[in-house]
């Protein structure tokens, strides 16, 4: 009986002496090996600075629109809610991925991201307004002044200047990313604002020639 008894008390020391090592195992486990939790960033850097500035350029264009003469041909006054309707979305969707990336939603530092690696196709002298703003396209605070002043077909004309040089600078910022990010949404997104600024630019040159108007430098 000895013997049977002995039999049946080594395996229960066999379990006993694994469940010691697996616990003694699990303890050591982040002593001996190095667990990395650390996530990986939802938006990189040019992601975020992308999503920054585009957002601060769309929120312009609103004011633009909101300054527009509400008596103005009926196609300058649908295409002006059309830009606005589209960039407020916009808006919207970069301003939420920057929030799922616990980013500000304002840069401090205006266009730094085109100083990150693989940039150096777009220099930044192509990217800065030549009436002395941040952001390629942006108008000053004295042409949204005269452009709130205006009424009629000088407030249309202004209008279409002032947006089509913002989309032309929106469109190189759109550019940019596109050419520097490898895949993502944000870079889908910018393709997508490459497409519709465009056509929107093509229309609003017509609407210009139409008035013998042209562009602004």
């Known amino acids: 009986m000895r013997g049977f008894g002995y039999r049946w008390r080594r395996p229960a020391g066999f379990a006993a002496l694994a469940l010691t090592l697996l616990t003694a195992g699990f303890l050591v486990r982040p002593v001996l090996v190095p ?31 909101q300054r527009l003469d509400s008596g103005v041909d009926p196609t300058v006054r649908q295409l002006s809610q059309q830009i606005a309707d589209t960039q ?29 690696p693989g940039a150096h196709e777009h220099s930044m002298a192509t990217m800065t307004s030549t009436n002395g703003t941040t952001m390629p396209g942006m108008a000053t ?4 002044d005269a452009l709130a002043r205006a009424h009629g077909k000088d407030a249309e004309i202004l209008f279409l200047q002032l947006m089509l040089r913002h989309h032309t600078g929106g469109v190189a910022m759109a550019k940019a990313a596109d050419a520097l990010l490898t895949s993502g949404p944000v870079k889908e997104a910018a393709r997508g604002m490459i497409t519709a600024q465009s056509q929107e630019a093509g229309l609003m040159t017509i609407l210009l020639a139409q008035r013998g108007a042209q562009p602004l430098t």
């Open 141 to 144: 605070q004295s042409e949204l």
């Open 35 to 65: 667990e990395n939790r650390s996530a990986p960033p939802v938006l990189s850097a040019v992601e975020i600075g992308f999503s920054q500035d585009m957002s601060a350029h769309h929120e312009q264009a609103l004011i633009m629109v």
């Open 88 to 116: 407020r979305m916009e808006i919207g969707t970069l301003q939420g991925w920057l929030r799922l990336a616990n980013a500000s939603p304002d840069s401090k530092h205006p266009m730094a991201w085109m100083n990150s």
